[in-house]
């Protein structure tokens, strides 16, 4: 089973469909059965499709997520 920390990890590749089909089974295994990182790929999928959208505009409210991002994968 995989861990939170490594699901973090891997999330970037799992939401940019980079991820082999057995580490892919293991992140939706581990967000069926997880809540918390259920919301953080709500949050990374959502801060994607505004980076995709306003390439270039500095947000700082993005500024503090990607801050608080930062120190998620700092945990490892
Ligand atoms: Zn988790």
Known sequence: M?????LV???SDF?????RLRQR???RLHLASCSNCRR???QMRVTQ???R???DEPIPELDSLAKRLA???QGR
């Open 2 to 6: 995989l861990s939170c920390k490594e």
């Open 9 to 11: 990890a891997s999330s």
């Open 15 to 19: 939401l940019d469909g980079q991820l």
């Open 25 to 27: 089974i293991a992140v």
């Open 40 to 42: 953080f790929i709500r």
């Open 49 to 51: 499709a505004v980076l």
């Open 53 to 55: 959208k306003l390439p």
């Open 71 to 73: 120190e998620i994968q």
